[in-house]
């Protein structure tokens, strides 16, 4: 091993390219790593105007659907249930058939059954009720230290 050592010559241009090599190394390494961060990052800034410029053009679809009138008009009536004047309007109620209509349960057992009433009626009846009753006025207490009586002794300070 020795004699091969012995036989390499190294020139003074052949260090100089090294030490260059593994400064260049050095120097550009981090740079790259860099580089790389920075591509991923703009990468993840163009998903996000993407997005964006999806949600904006979302948007302005539903602006224009909500300029036309005949959109409105129609939400109007789905949503909010408005006719115009002279309309007659016809709510079907049950218009499912028997089969598809959930049929009555029986009770879990005999002391507990579901009770079937009126309870918007109970709410008005309860409320006329209330406000239909009289209250008897008593005198409101003082809050504090009640006045001694006209006969007691005060007590001493």
């Given at each position: ?15 100089i390219m090294l030490g260059l090599v593994v400064l260049g190394t ?124 006209p006969g007691d002794p005060s007590p001493a300070g």
């Amino acid at each position: 091993m020795r004699e091969w050592l012995g036989r390499v010559r190294i020139s003074g241009f052949v260090v100089i390219m090294l030490g260059l090599v593994v400064l260049g190394t050095f120097v550009l390494v981090p740079t790259v790593g860099t580089y790389m961060d920075q591509r991923q990052q703009i990468q993840a800034l163009r998903s996000a105007v993407e997005l964006s410029q999806s949600e904006v053009a979302d948007l302005q679809m539903q602006r224009d659907r909500w300029s036309d009138p005949t959109y409105i008009r129609t939400q109007a009536r789905e949503r909010l249930g408005y006719t115009f004047p002279g309309e007659i309007v016809y709510l079907i109620d049950n218009d499912l058939p028997a089969s598809a209509t959930p049929q009555e349960q029986e009770d879990v057992s005999d002391d507990v059954g579901q009770t079937r009433t009126d309870w918007m009626a109970q709410l008005v009846r309860s409320v006329a009720a209330s406000g239909a009753a009289q209250v008897a006025v008593h005198e409101t207490p003082t809050i504090g230290v009640p006045d001694p009586a006209p006969g007691d002794p005060s007590p001493a300070g």
